[in-house]
T-cell receptor, first 111, second 115 residues
Framework: DAKTTQPPSMDCAEGRAANLPCNHSTISGNEYVYWYRQIHSQGPQYIIHGLKNNETNEMASLIITEDRKSSTLILPHATLRDTAVYYCIVRVINAGNMLTFGGGTRLMVKP | GAGVSQSPSNKVTEKGKDVELRCDPI?????LYWYRQSLGQGLEFLIYFQGNSAPDKSGLPSDRFSAERTGGSVSTLTIQRTQQEDSAVYLC?????????????FGNGTRLTVT
């Protein structure tokens, strides 16, 4: 699976949009981009995933650049409960195997 | 519906003892994964089950670690002769299958402390 690069930490003001970047410059055509987050003392929580089109669900939006070498997870109105470590992961289509987690971005939402 | 359930939530054991950790996946999920997370570290893949296929054991750190999945549902991770470096949170996840891109859903883990 392609390696991802994320900033180790970010701050965001409560109520503002949180934009979390991820670089995956070596991504191949058969790899999806997944985002998970881990709130302290809990297991990772699935947020969203996409291949090449932008995606939106009740939690977040995922913007993938046209060349697919980077993406941005957007939390439109961050709350204190969104404070967590956010992981960007690429996964081969139909790989039948595990996700490989990197270091992630520690997002701190501040009042 | 219920999510992935793991038990116990916490386990303290003495060095050298064996431990068993249990995972109940989401009903209907055919793929099951075990990970561990040491304090302040990322997630480390251990083992993966898909249906009746032979499990992918490539992440198991030593032969003291083993896992089984009975009836394609519940899984047990066993650590024999525990060592202090085995202390970690052991996380289980399940997904609908492996031939699609269905996301993994994680439990809240078992925190293992080896004294």
């Amino acid at each position: 699976d392609a390696k991802t690069t994320q900033p180790p930490s970010m701050d965001c003001a409560e109520g503002r949009a949180a934009n979390l970047p991820c670089n995956h410059s070596t991504i191949s055509g058969n790899e999806y981009v997944y985002w998970y987050r881990q709130i302290h003392s809990q297991g990772p929580q699935y947020i969203i995933h996409g291949l090449k089109n932008n995606e939106t669900n009740e939690m977040a939006s995922l913007i993938i650049t046209e060349d697919r070498k980077s993406s941005t997870l957007i939390l439109p109105h961050a709350t204190l409960r969104d404070t967590a470590v956010y992981y960007c992961i690429v996964r081969v289509i139909n790989a039948g195997n595990m996700l490989t987690f990197g270091g992630g971005t520690r997002l701190m939402v501040k009042p | 519906g219920a999510g992935v359930s793991q038990s116990p939530s916490n386990k303290v054991t003495e060095k050298g003892k064996d431990v068993e950790l249990r995972c109940d996946p989401i009903s209907g999920h055919t793929a099951l994964y075990w990970y561990r997370q040491s304090l302040g570290q990322g997630l480390e893949f251990l083992i993966y089950f898909q249906g009746n296929s032979a499990p992918d054991k490539s992440g198991l750190p030593s032969d003291r670690f083993s896992a089984e999945r009975t009836g394609g549902s519940v899984s047990t991770l066993t650590i024999q002769r525990t060592q202090q470096e085995d202390s970690a949170v052991y996380l289980c996840a399940s997904s609908l299958g492996s031939g699609d891109n269905s996301p993994l859903h994680f439990g809240n883990g078992t925190r293992l402390t080896v004294t």
